[in-house]
């Protein structure tokens, strides 16, 4: 595995092991910017999270049910209750791409131009 930056480090640091009991985004913000001394935004924290999982091949899951939040997957159950949602939202994320390539722009400007 790749050596971590410091706050990369940190925020694997900061995930619980195990789904009972995930560490929030807002939570993760506010104990970064208290230990590192600066700004931190969700986007930041995801991205961190993402590059953890793709580059570092860290096994962090998130819930976004009730409790949510990031934590370190333990087990086999964990790893298909993090995947599952992700799985759903790529699958409606390809059906939106492939409904957009089959526009004709053309004929739904045509369209467009004819209502007004």
Not at 12 to 23: I, N, Q, S, T, V
Not at 71 to 85: D, F, G, H, S
Not at 89 to 105: F, G, P, S, W, Y
């Amino acid at each position: 595995m790749p050596k971590l930056s410091k706050l990369q480090q940190a925020v694997y640091d900061l995930l619980p092991k195990g789904a009972e009991r995930p560490r929030p985004q807002d939570e993760l913000i506010y104990l970064l910017e208290q230990s590192e001394q600066f700004k931190v935004t969700p986007r930041l924290v995801s991205q961190i999270i993402n590059d953890l999982i793709l580059k570092n091949q860290s096994q962090i899951g998130s819930s976004r049910n009730e409790p949510t939040g990031y934590y370190l997957i333990e087990t086999p159950q964990e790893l298909q209750n993090a995947v599952r949602p992700l799985s759903r939202q790529a699958n409606a994320e390809l059906k939106r791409v492939d409904t957009l390539l089959q526009i004709d722009l053309t004929e739904f400007w045509s369209k467009e131009k004819a209502d007004v």
